[in-house]
């Protein structure tokens, strides 16, 4: 029997310096805060230390671009599942003129990219516009469907796609919003709930059939479930007005229970990731909550802190793969915790390195979030168009890539 896990809705507000959102943010724009900040800068490159002292020898990884559907001006890969083990992209194409707008979200579909070919994935009935956010092994994508209410705003509900046919996941009451985010290999899918874009929404799974709230730490008001590996096991995060906590919930005979994964001191972290061996990814902030890493948990070791690239002074790390190998960003925010520029870093055996000078020196700026790394190490990123717009890339091993 298929298990599906319901999604959810629009994103949580943030209470702390932001380090990024989810697949798709608050608001209805699917670009987080930073990647905004990046669009509006000239060239949109607020990147710095980008020093390109490649050779041949430095070069890891082809580049290959994932395209943009017709009639649509730009790609967008997210920070979830975006390729799968089998080398298939999810994501969407969107008209980027417009597209900070709740109508910019109806210019959204969602595609799969197969063997070099970009197909578009159906528009769910009654729903002009679509974000495709996660894919799993067996080629199941979870995202929303996009629409506007009689006001104006923006409503979404959850979507799954199976053989390439959108099914409405629902919300988890009537009338409220979701948003898919991620699917396991089982086919549970989970996201977020809630009652519109400005109030905290629940954390859901969506498994035998039905929708599930995920249950919240003492404290917390809301939540979002991120992504779920083979064996259920699901992470995110939890906040209130004063804190936003790194969890995971795990299967306990009944229902699920949530793990509070603690924080490196400050009162804020997210967790984004999780592989197969149960090691999680995301970051948390230090006491003081303006500066903190990207961190790596597992059960035996806690929360350990992920260095970043120098002279940056932040991290996030989004996905980890069997092999351990980690992708995400090294970032710079100012004293106040205002944001500066961030660049897509890849971290192994303890190492950090810039994703940009691992790539053929014609890259564009990789300053958009990085999506996940698959197990055969291949990376989804969204790199900087000269108008500030993402641009779909995969990187691809140079061992793999002899095509």
Sequence with gaps: MLMITIAAAGQAQQHSPVRTNSAMWFGGNPLSQTSQLLSATPNGRAEINNQDNRDGESV???????????????????????????????????????????????????????????????LLRGWPGAFAFGINDRDLVVGAANNLDAKGNLIQTAVLWDHEQPINLGALHPGWISEALDVSSFGEVVGASGISMTVPPTPVAWYGGRIHSLPLLPGEDGGWANEINRWGVIVGWQYSATDEVPCLWYWSGPGYTAVNLGTLGGDYGQAYGINNFNRVVGYSLYSGNIHGPAFLWDRERGLEALPVLPPDTDGVAFNVNDRRQIVGESQVYDDNGKFVSQRAAIWENGTVLA???????????????????????????????????????LLVPKHRSGR
């Design 355 to 393: 994703l940009q000078t691992l790539v053929p020196a014609t890259t564009p700026p990789l300053t958009f979030e990085t999506g996940n790394i698959n197990d055969l190490g291949e990376i989804a990123v969204n790199a900087t168009n000269p108008d500030g717009s993402p641009k779909a890339l």
């Design 60 to 122: 890891r990884y082809k580049v290959v671009p994932i395209g943009v559907l017709p009639g649509k001006t730009a790609s967008f890969l997210t920070i979830v599942r975006a390729v799968n083990n089998r080398e298939h992209v999810t994501g969407y194409s969107f008209i980027a003129a417009g597209f900070h707008t709740p109508k910019g979200a109806l210019t959204g579909q969602g595609f799969i990219w197969r063997d070099g070919k970009l197909g578009a994935l159906p």
